[in-house]
Nanobody, 122 residues
Framework: QVQLVESGGGLVQPGGSLRLSCVAS????????MGWYRQTPGKERELVAS????????SYADSVKGRFTIFRDNAKNTAYLQMNSLKPEDTAVYYC???????????????WGKGTLVTVSS
């Protein structure tokens, strides 16, 4: 089975930085798009940033542009979210998503991590 595991969350003061990691493991033929989402109680899960599997093109939510950077290390099956200039509004559970093609399957399937909590507070 394919598994995504996030790490790097924690408590940080406003203006601080955190780097989240997402490691994919299991029977993986190829990882296509990867992305980071976040969710707070009572709100819909929001796409924060995404990165494509080939070429490395990225997209960001307007609320995080200029502050967050998504990047990946394909050799390690890992995606990262570098978060700088954090604001209290960034407080959320952050989830990793990846579209992964498994061996002998012609199409990728979306997988989700269990999330890591980021709390921005003084």
């Amino acid at each position: 089975q394919v598994q995504l595991v996030e790490s790097g969350g924690g408590l940080v003061q406003p203006g601080g930085s955190l780097r989240l990691s997402c490691v994919a493991s299991g029977r993986i033929f190829n990882i296509n798009n990867m992305g980071w989402y976040r969710q707070t109680p009572g709100k819909e899960r929001e796409l924060v940033a995404s990165i494509i599997g080939i070429g490395g093109g990225t997209s960001y939510a307007d609320s995080v542009k200029g502050r967050f950077t998504i990047f990946r290390d394909n050799a390690k099956n890992t995606a990262y979210l570098q978060m700088n200039s954090l604001k209290p509004e960034d407080t959320a559970v952050y989830y990793c998503n990846a579209n992964i093609r498994e061996p002998y399957f012609s199409a990728g399937v979306d997988y989700w991590g269990k999330g890591t909590l980021v709390t921005v507070s003084s």
